[in-house]
């Protein structure tokens, strides 16, 4: 029982090993090893079909190779008839063949530089009409001493050969080629096989012929027809003329001629194959017929031959198969091991986080772990994708915040955030003293959105007193007013106060914002004006951005906001006076701004700056004291930097450790809105946000795995991670090997 328990807790357990073992093993090994093996035979017989037409095409290579000889041959015959016009000491003359021996000498000579010129040939001769004498490259002979060397001095063969060759001497023939062959009554080593070329080389007589060339080959002169790959003892070669054996090398079996069999297949037009067993060897003749010449070729192959490198390659495939089907196993069973490597891995990681159960419950074994591991998984990506929708929103503020500069998007871009960029129409709302932390702005934007239908964008990238906001929508966003009323409204639920609003027109071009920025700002100067109270409080805004800007150091902004604030502060009022009174008002918070930053004036400097006789000249003489103050203010910002990165990095040193940590936190933190908080953060330390944090968070659990003995899942929590896996990837990811392996080197 205890036993039968037992198996029953391994199958439970690695129910997921056995379940991959019988996958790889019965539903993919056996169906990959079947189809091998119909492919290795299927390939076996296709190259079997491949290897006998290719040796069915072997007598056709022979005849070419016959009738490149005969070319060579009519080529040659051409050459002695110029030789003879040509070159007086290289003639073959009837005088020299009928003279005194020595001179058939030097006609052995001249025939045997024309057989180096054939080098198939045994011999070259020569025979003209009404001699005695057949001068060959090797002998000169009379007609009977030829004939008698032709047919081995055999009296019953003697007066037919010498018959026929006196037939081809004596007639006028015009034929291209004339055979004569002994192959037939003679040993294939004996045998001899001639071409005769009737020439004409007789002085003055023209194109009339007078002589005969002859050209011997014997049995092994044409076997390098076919290739070397096919002649020696591997090939049996054939000339017949019907059934009359012209010519034959040593391999020809001695036998076929006498064949009844044979002889109907040299005769049958449709046959090109004959298959025969002699001692026990299985044989195949191929032919191929040429009607011009009258000669059908022939060849024999034993088929061991034929299918011998079908069969060493067959051979080599089983063993290959053989070697692959062992290797498969192992490449199978490594396969099993690496698959379950991570789930191994994961059960002892997985055990003592979430103690697992020894027995067999629906709770113990792998699947459960892989379970739970890819629940894990899925609350890491659902971060994830806050972290994007974050970093997403963040470029929206930066790209919302470049247009209101005036700044023109590239089409790349807005083609990256078509779904944001999609809208038809586009209005800038500016809301004056509207300080919302990041969740507050969130809220408000949902608000909005629910409320008119359209999509609400918004950024603090212009000046801190004013929030901007950018609807988009279809053609139907047109009614200013309406969305006027309604962010009033919902301004006025969390502020506790009515906004000071203003609106910009519709725009189609989203490029065009700064023109409905600009417009929403004068209607609110506008609304403000109308509104009532002194000069004072409705150019508040532009005072505050003036002297926003000198603090900042922006050099390249004073003359901007310089005239913004003489315009809504001087030139909008009539009275005189008052437009005295306001003048001097800039001036003194101007210089309570210079105390305040602890920048002093010398005594000539500050006359220059009282002692102005018109609006002009203030303006004049303020701008360039803000441009030196500008200067001085851009040198202490390193240090101010400084100070605020100190600041950064003491406040993520305190807080690291919290697995909710975010961005949007640090931002509500240090009263900054997240695109500004991200861009302030890296510019000071170097590195993004989420970089530094989870660079901290893996320094710190190194020093927790060097000096302590917490769990791997004490320490991820410990370190601020929200998940061991998670943790463990990061510090693979940094260190090249898992906390485990680390903490044991």
Not at 244 to 253: H, Q, R, T
Not at 579 to 605: A, H, M, W
Request: with cysteine; glycine share 6%; charged share 25%.
């Amino acid at each position: 029982m205890k036993k039968r328990l037992s198996l029953r807790r391994v199958a439970v357990r690695y129910r997921y090993l056995l379940r991959l073992v019988f996958t790889i093993f019965v539903v993919i090994y056996i169906p990959v090893i079947l189809a091998q093996y119909m492919v290795t035979r299927n390939t076996y017989m296709q190259l079997r079909e491949t290897a006998i037409a290719e040796y069915e095409a072997v007598p056709e290579r022979f005849a070419a190779g016959f009738y490149d000889m005969l070319s060579r041959v009519s080529a040659l015959t051409f050459e002695v008839r110029q030789d003879y016009k040509e070159r007086e000491e290289h003639r073959l003359t009837r005088e020299a063949v009928e003279g005194h021996p020595y001179q058939r000498l030097q006609i052995m000579e001249i025939l045997g530089d024309y057989l180096r010129m054939l080098p198939d040939a045994e011999r070259i001769g020569v025979h003209f009409d009404d001699t005695e004498y057949i001068v060959t490259s090797g002998a000169s002979y009379t007609l009977s001493q030829y004939v008698g060397r032709l047919t081995g001095y055999r009296d019953s063969l003697e007066e037919a050969l010498k018959n026929r060759l006196k037939d081809i001497f004596a007639n006028d023939w015009k034929d291209s080629f004339r055979i004569v062959s002994t192959f037939s009554v003679r040993e294939p080593r004996d045998g001899v096989f001639i071409l005769f070329k009737p020439l004409a080389i007789n002085a003055g007589t023209g194109l009339e012929y007078n002589a005969v060339m002859l050209y011997e080959f014997t049995e092994d002169s044409f076997e390098g027809f076919v290739g070397t790959d096919y002649s020696g003892q591997n090939c049996g070669l054939a000339i017949f003329t019907g059934t009359e054996l012209l010519y034959c090398n040593e391999s020809f079996d001695e036998v076929l001629p006498k064949d009844a069999e044979f002889a109907g297949f040299l005769t049958d037009e449709g046959e090109t194959k004959y298959s025969y067993t002699e001692n026990g060897i299985n044989n195949s003749v191929f032919k191929t017929k040429d009607h011009a010449l009258g000669l059908t070729f022939v060849t024999v192959f034993p088929e061991s031959i034929i299918l011998r490198g079908v069969n060493s390659l067959y051979s080599r495939m089983n063993l290959i198969m053989l070697c692959v089907v062992i290797g498969f196993i192992l490449i199978a069973a490594g396969a099993v091991m690496f698959t379950y490597r991570p789930v191994k891995l994961l059960m002892e990681e997985v055990r003592p986080v979430k103690g697992l159960p020894e027995d067999g419950g629906e709770d113990y074994g792998e699947f459960p772990a892989i379970n739970r591991t890819l629940e894990t998984m899925r609350t890491e990506n659902t971060q994830m994708r806050e972290v994007v929708a974050e970093q997403k929103l963040l470029l929206m503020d930066y790209i919302f915040g470049s247009m209101l500069h005036g700044m023109t998007a590239k089409p790349s871009v807005l083609e990256q955030m078509n779904a944001s960029f999609e809208f038809k129409r586009y209005i800038v709302a500016v809301v004056a003293n509207a300080a919302l932390n990041n969740a507050q702005r969130e809220d408000i934007a949902h608000s909005l959105e629910q409320l008119t239908g359209m999509s609400v964008f918004m950024t603090d990238l212009q000046h801190e007193d004013y929030l901007i906001l950018v609807f988009a929508g279809d053609e139907r966003l047109e009614d200013v007013e309406d969305l006027l009323v309604q962010t009033e409204q919902k301004f006025s639920g969390l502020l506790g106060k009515v906004p000071e609003c203003g609106f910009g027109d519709a725009v189609s071009d989203i490029n065009a914002l700064k023109g409905s920025y600009r417009e929403a700002l004068l209607r609110l100067r506008e609304r403000r004006r109308e509104a009532g109270g002194t000069l004072r409080e409705r150019a508040g805004a532009e005072f505050g951005r003036f002297l926003q800007t000198v603090q900042e150091g922006r050099a390249e902004d004073i003359p901007t906001v310089l005239d913004e604030l003489f315009f809504a502060a001087v030139e909008s009022c009539q009275d005189m006076f008052q437009r005295r009174f306001i003048c001097y008002e800039i001036l003194e918070r101007y210089l309570d701004l210079l105390k305040k930053l602890n920048i002093r004036r010398e005594k000539s400097e500050l006359d220059r700056l009282i002692s102005f006789f018109s609006e002009e000249e203030l303006r004049a003489v303020l701008a360039a004291d803000a441009l030196e103050v500008c200067a001085v203010m851009r040198q202490s910002a390193a240090k101010n930097d400084s100070r605020q990165r100190e600041q950064f990095i003491e406040y993520l040193d305190r807080h690291f450790t919290d697995p909710a940590l975010t961005l949007t936190e640090v931002a509500d933190a240090f009263g900054m809105s997240v695109y500004t908080c991200s861009r302030v953060f890296k510019d000071l330390v170097g590195i993004g946000f989420k970089e530094y944090t989870a660079a901290k968070r893996i320094e710190y659990a190194k020093g927790l795995l060097i000096s302590t003995n917490l769990s791997i899942s004490e320490i991820a929590e410990g370190s601020g991670f929200s998940s061991t896996s998670y943790f463990i990837s990061r510090f693979k990811s940094a260190y090249g090997v898992p906390p485990n392996k680390f903490r044991s080197t």
